[in-house]
């Protein structure tokens, strides 16, 4: 137990190499997967990017004039068909209105090479927010090989846009507070992981944050009502039970899914249930994320902490959604490596990070982690805004801070001159 609570086990060494192995290990996967595809598919016959395959279809509808067609489930289908061949898997296009003016551009090009464009702008949005949490050259190893970011990027899924979203946005939050609410407003794109920045809002009272939000969201309906006809939403209203249907009896899988509700139901328990959990996890959260935003905790740590209060409010949550564990991660490791490791927070961050590679198999095995393991560390972000707080142990002597080993540096130079 002193060896878990202090975390000794995870050397500078260990910090340093097992995430260049995962990295070689993914970038090989990476590769092996789209050679050994052909035509768009992959070895199992399943689209490259799987789920983008969804959103390339959307796109080609919206650009034939017929965005309305995405809600429809068969005319959705036969856009996929078209390009992968018919008997190709479905994947569902369940987003509001506003998401078809993100993915609207898409179409314009060849299926793979708007894949790859996609990933990566919005990989490289992702690094350059999560840096700005831990701001160290040896930490962009970690960020980009964090397991969550190999499952996001076989998906083809749009998780690392909506990682550095709510990381910008609640990093500007002090300082220009109406432009980090324009930023975080475009995440109605994805509502089910907003309802937690509302929380935000009425902690620090950030009403330019809310009216910048606000701004944002009326913008982008008002625009996709222009564009696409009010009947769009008719539409999209039409296809909101079928995504519901889909949650409640694990279409896609609950293994796939991470939330507490899908935990009580791949253990086995009722919607009813599943919901009630739900219900009294999202506002346990939102009580203890309010409480850490009351707190003069630095920026990162309070963004941290929202990062992994969105992931536990949710019911509709899928594993590649994991990438925005990136943020309490890197805010914990930075408090860590600043001001001394507190106990668990070492093997509390190992077990993070590993959790997105280890999260669907243990489903599969009726062993649901997330929930735990993210609440576990929000909890540890939580402890660190308290005023009595535990006896920090201090970095090793070969893993001191970037700017501690610059000062010591400059210090030891100015000595010899």
């Known amino acids: 137990m002193s060896l878990i609570s202090s975390g000794l086990w995870l050397t500078p060494k260990r910090v340093y190499w097992y995430p260049k192995v995962f990295f070689s290990i993914s970038l090989a996967l990476w590769v092996a997967y789209v050679l050994t595809g052909h035509g768009g598919l992959d070895f199992r ?63 314009i090009l060849p299926y793979l090479p708007a894949l790859i464009i996609w990933l990566a702008a919005t990989g490289a949005a992702y690094v350059a927010t999560v840096y700005r949490f831990i701001q160290r050259a040896d930490a962009i190893i970690p960020i980009l090989c964090f397991p969550a970011v190999l499952i996001n990027t076989i998906h083809g899924q749009n998780a690392f846009l909506s990682t550095a979203i709510v990381g910008t946005g609640l990093l500007m939050s002090d300082r220009r507070p109406f432009a980090a609410g324009l930023i975080l407003g475009t995440l109605c794109f994805k509502p089910q992981l907003a309802p937690m920045l509302a929380v935000v809002v009425v902690a620090r009272m950030n009403w330019k944050m809310a009216l910048g939000a606000a701004l944002s969201v009326c913008s982008l309906l008002i625009s996709a009502t ?53 219900a009294l996890v999202t506002i346990s959260i939102a009580v203890l994320l309010f409480m850490i935003w009351r707190t003069s905790a ?120």
């Open 298 to 417: 630095s920026p990162r740590l309070r963004a941290g902490a929202t990062g992994a209060a969105i992931l536990l409010g949710t019911p509709f949550l899928l594993d590649y959604d994991l990438v925005l564990l990136s943020l309490p991660i890197a805010a914990l490791a930075a408090e860590g490596l600043e001001n001394g490791f507190r106990p668990y927070e070492r093997t509390a961050l190992a077990c993070a990070w590993l959790l997105p590679l280890m999260a669907r198999p243990a489903g599969f095995a009726h062993i649901p982690l997330s929930p735990e393991v993210v609440a576990c560390l929000l909890v540890l972000i939580w402890r660190r805004t308290t005023k009595k707080e535990p006896k920090a142990v201090k970095p090793p002597g070969d893993a001191v801070p970037a700017n501690q080993s610059q000062a010591t540096s400059t210090s030891a130079t100015t000595r010899h001159c």
């Open 226 to 278: 222009l564009i696409f006809g009010l009947e769009v939403w008719q539409q999209f209203a039409s296809i909101v039970p079928v995504s519901a249907m889909w949650l409640e009896y694990g279409v896609m899988g609950f293994a796939k899914m991470q939330s507490a509700f899908a935990t009580v139901r791949l253990l086995g328990g009722g919607i009813g249930l599943a919901y009630s959990i739900q």
């Open 45 to 107: 016959g399943h689209p490259i990017g799987t789920d983008f395959s969804s959103f390339w279809a959307a796109s080609s509808l919206v650009l034939s004039g017929h965005a309305g067609d995405a809600y429809d489930q068969i005319k959705h289908y036969e856009a996929q068909q078209a390009h992968f061949g018919e008997g190709v898997q479905y994947y569902a296009w369940f987003y509001p209105p506003s998401a078809l003016l993100l993915v609207a551009p898409l179409g």
